[in-house]
């Protein structure tokens, strides 16, 4: 019986095999080099790649700190105001997310900004149809290209079930992630018996434009009852049943339902939802299309955010403890807000529609 045995090359042997094979070996070093640069070059290009490759190696233990972060039983906090306004200003989320989100995404919006809903509804095809935080569009299909379906049956859900017992109704992602506290103080600004919508103004493809759907945006009690009793009755041309740009073709319905889109940017012109990672907004590192599809213009530093900032999208679930973490488990003695905020510090006014319509992508 032959016992293979492993022998270490010897000296001799190895500058015979560099000399017979030294253009592969700088073949594959080269190639290796370019690898390597192309992978830095992404990096840098896209933190999102960070931190795919950081999941290959690391995991973290999401329920456990979604448990965590429910608690905040430790912290040292006056929140007397926005209590106050818990209870005046009434908001029904709903999260548009899927089945694969269970572990791991929808415990996370849950423990952070979604327990800061007045009722928060994830849309999905759940496998527990009985749970009451889920909305189940099962009947719908969960791909991407179901969209608008899933949405419109959000606001006919809302419009059936909830109409009379919330102000507003907000629809977000669930990369989305929102500051609810604020959202309500710029509400508070709003009569929710009176048809508008808030949200990132684009304005494109439709005379008053529409508000993008990975930012968030949320529409009044009458602008859902004139969105369901008006836009829905529509024929196709008018208002999409179904299809993948979603904040498009309900901006459309909401635009032919007579539902106008409303100011939300503060009196010194700084943007309140936000349709990236708020560290883009900052750096100025924002996606161009943004620069033409933004109703107001662009502005990065300390310009780019209201203080009262509502919200920010494409933060995965670590992303969005961190975020948490830093807006509500950090506190910075002796900086608190003035008694007398003023009133005109977010005008309420409609954003006037232009004359002709721009649909270049």
Same mark, same amino acid.
């Given at each position: 019986?032959?016992?293979?045995?492993?022998?270490?090359?010897?000296?001799?042997?190895?500058?015979?095999?560099?000399?017979?094979?030294?253009? #592969?070996?700088? !073949?594959? /070093? +080269?190639?290796?080099?370019?690898?390597?640069?192309?992978?830095?070059? $992404?990096? @840098?290009? *896209?933190?999102?790649?960070?931190?795919?490759?950081?999941?290959?190696?690391?995991?973290?233990?999401?329920?456990?700190?979604?448990?965590?972060?429910?608690?905040?039983?430790?912290?040292?906090?006056?929140?007397?105001?926005?209590?106050?306004?818990?209870? #005046?200003?009434? !908001?029904? /989320? +709903?999260?548009?997310?899927?089945?694969?989100?269970?572990?791991?995404? $929808?415990? @996370?919006? *849950?423990?952070?900004?979604?327990?800061?809903?007045?009722?928060?509804?994830?849309?999905?095809?759940?496998?527990?149809?009985?749970?009451?935080?889920?909305?189940?569009?099962?009947?719908?299909?969960?791909?991407?290209?179901?969209?608008?379906?899933?949405?419109?049956?959000?606001?006919?859900?809302?419009?059936?079930?909830?109409?009379?017992?919330?102000?507003?109704?907000?629809?977000?992602?669930?990369?989305?992630?929102?500051?609810?506290?604020?959202?309500?103080?710029?509400?508070?600004?709003?009569?929710?018996?009176?048809?508008?919508?808030?949200?990132?103004?684009?304005?494109?493809?439709?005379?008053?434009?529409?508000?993008?759907?990975?930012?968030?945006?949320?529409?009044?009690?009458?602008?859902?009852?004139?969105?369901?009793?008006?836009?829905?009755?529509?024929?196709?041309?008018?208002?999409?049943?179904?299809?993948?740009?979603?904040?498009?073709?309900?901006?459309?319905?909401?635009?032919?339902?007579?539902?106008?889109?409303?100011?939300?940017?503060?009196?010194?012109?700084?943007?309140?939802?936000?349709?990236?990672?708020?560290?883009?907004?900052?750096?100025?590192?924002?996606?161009?299309?943004?620069?033409?599809?933004?109703?107001?213009?662009?502005?990065?530093?300390?310009?780019?955010?209201?203080?009262?900032?509502?919200?920010?999208?494409?933060?995965?679930?670590?992303?969005?403890?961190?975020?948490?973490?830093?807006?509500?488990?950090?506190?910075?003695?002796?900086?608190?807000?003035?008694?007398?905020?003023?009133?005109?510090?977010?005008?309420?006014?409609?954003?006037?529609?232009?004359?002709?319509?721009?649909?270049?992508?």
């Amino acid at each position: 019986m032959n016992v293979f045995r492993f022998r270490f090359p010897t000296i001799q042997q190895l500058k015979r095999s560099l000399k017979n094979h030294w253009g #592969k070996l700088l !073949i594959f /070093c +080269f190639l290796l080099v370019v690898f390597a640069g192309v992978l830095v070059l $992404i990096a @840098v290009q *896209n933190e999102d790649f960070v931190i795919f490759a950081r999941s290959l190696f690391r995991s973290f233990d999401y329920k456990r700190l979604a448990k965590e972060y429910s608690d905040e039983s430790t912290l040292y906090v006056d929140t007397t105001k926005a209590d106050e306004l818990f209870k #005046k200003v009434k !908001i029904l /989320c +709903f999260v548009i997310t899927t089945s694969s989100k269970l572990d791991k995404t $929808i415990p @996370v919006v *849950n423990a952070t900004w979604g327990q800061r809903c007045n009722r928060v509804l994830f849309v999905l095809c759940p496998p527990d149809k009985n749970n009451p935080h889920f909305l189940s569009t099962c009947h719908i299909g969960e791909g991407s290209s179901h969209l608008t379906a899933k949405v419109r049956h959000a606001f006919k859900v809302s419009y059936d079930n909830y109409l009379d017992d919330y102000d507003w109704f907000l629809k977000a992602d669930d990369d989305t992630y929102l500051v609810m506290e604020n959202l309500r103080y710029v509400l508070s600004h709003h009569d929710p018996n009176k048809p508008g919508y808030l949200g990132y103004h684009f304005q494109k493809f439709m005379h008053q434009g529409y508000a993008s759907g990975g930012a968030g945006y949320v529409v009044s009690r009458k602008g859902v009852k004139d969105l369901v009793e008006k836009g829905f009755q529509m024929d196709e041309e008018r208002c999409k049943k179904d299809g993948e740009i979603e904040d498009k073709y309900i901006g459309q319905c909401l635009e032919a339902s007579g539902v106008p889109v409303l100011s939300s940017i503060d009196r010194f012109e700084r943007q309140t939802f936000h349709t990236d990672k708020i560290w883009q907004h900052v750096w100025g590192t924002f996606p161009k299309y943004l620069v033409s599809y933004s109703r107001d213009p662009m502005k990065d530093g300390s310009n780019c955010c209201s203080q009262f900032l509502i919200s920010f999208h494409h933060v995965d679930a670590g992303a969005m403890i961190f975020v948490h973490q830093l807006l509500y488990r950090t506190s910075v003695y002796g900086r608190n807000l003035p008694q007398n905020i003023p009133s005109d510090l977010f005008p309420v006014k409609k954003v006037p529609p232009k004359d002709v319509i721009d649909n270049k992508i």
